[in-house]
Structures are given as C-alpha cells and as structure tokens.
C-alpha cells in the first residue's frame, strides 16, 4: 500500500472549512501535481484542496458542475483532482456515506489512487491529526493503515492551523455554495492559500 503525505496548505484549508460550519456536513475534493500520474517512492502527495458545499452535500448537478470547473482549472496548472474529503455533522460519525463514495468512486474513474479522507470532529481539537484516509481495494473503500499516512512538518501545520483559527481566517474561506450564490468569491481562495504561506514561511527565513 502506499504512503499518503497530507500538504500544510491541504489540511489548514480543511479544517478552516469545518470551522466555518461546525453544524453542517460539508465536503471538497484533495487536488495533487498532474505530472505525478503514479506515485513516487511509495508516496501520494496531497498539496491542496478545494472546498465543495456545506449547505446540501447531495446535490449532484452542482457538484458536477463544481467538478468541471476544478478540473479545468487543475488542468492549467499541472494539478489533478487526487480525492475527496468529507466531516459529517454528528459529532462521532466518521463513517463515509453514499454522498462519499459516489463522489469518491467518480473520481476514481479518472485517478485509480484516489482517496477518501473523514474528518473525525471529535479530535479537531485533540492536537493529534483528526483525519480518516480510506483507498479503494476490490471496489470497496477500506480504511488505510494510520501509519501509511505522513504528515511534513505537522506541528508547523497544526501552529499555523490554530493561528487562523485564533484570527477568524475561517469567515474568509469561500466553497462552492459561497461561490454560486456570488460568482465573484473566488472559490480557489488564493488569499488563504497566502496566509498559510506566510505563516509557515515567515519572512526572516525561519520555518
């Protein structure tokens, strides 16, 4: 099996998804670089995210039209829609439902290492990295060994995490509900994305 390595700027965007609607089930796709069609040295690497909907997960002509546009903006840019991240509402429940797989299993047609990460609310705020990584193995989505998944640098990550927490960064994340109700919130949400660069890269050069 392989190793499956989560990026700062992938995980931060997550979990300020989940903050901004801690009552509601909400969802997105795990983006990666195109030109790393297999794995390199054993390892999947999850670079960014896009969050998709907080408000009706089960909508499946917007998620369509939301996986169009991702695609083609992934295909400038050397990305590739790698998988599919999903918290449900209720507190303990972990378990991937059919919303998950379906979407989950679309993008496996296209990416045959494509995973499933859950959010496990209850540990959002343990310190320890509160995600679920499941891989697709004869057609069903089994959970994936803990220790096949790598975090670079996650205290860095869980730091710089907590800051936008602290800073209410999370009202500034744009999804696609966001998105669709005004077309000008920009849905890649490249101001985060600079936040979470300076943050783990401060200018005097310190990591």
Not at 22 to 45: E, F, K, M, T
Not at 98 to 121: F, G, R, T, Y
Request: net charge negative.
């Amino acid at each position: 099996m392989c190793e499956v390595e989560i990026s700062a700027q992938a995980y931060v965007k997550l979990f300020l998804h989940a903050y901004r609607y801690p009552h509601c089930s909400i969802n997105g796709v795990l983006l990666s670089d195109r030109s790393a069609s297999s794995p390199q040295g054993g390892c999947i690497y999850i670079e960014d995210c896009v969050p998709l909907f907080h408000s009706c997960l089960s909508l499946s002509a917007m998620t369509e039209v939301a996986l169009h546009q991702i695609d083609s903006w992934c295909s400038q840019r050397q990305r590739k829609i790698l998988g599919y991240y999903q918290a449900n509402a209720a507190l303990t429940n972990t378990s991937p439902d059919q919303v998950a797989v379906k979407i989950v299993d679309k993008i496996s047609e296209q990416c045959q290492n494509a995973v499933l990460v859950m959010v496990d609310n209850s540990k959002v705020d343990s310190g320890i990295p509160p995600v679920l990584l499941y891989e697709k193995k004869d057609s069903k989505w089994i959970l994936k060994d803990k220790n096949l998944v790598m975090w670079r640098q996650w205290e860095e990550t869980k730091r710089v995490a907590n800051a936008l927490l602290e800073s209410k960064a999370y009202r500034q994340l744009v999804d696609f509900d966001t998105h669709l109700d005004d077309i000008r919130q920009d849905w890649t949400n490249q101001h985060i994305n600079a936040k979470i660069e300076e943050l783990l890269y401060p200018a005097n050069g310190t990591i």
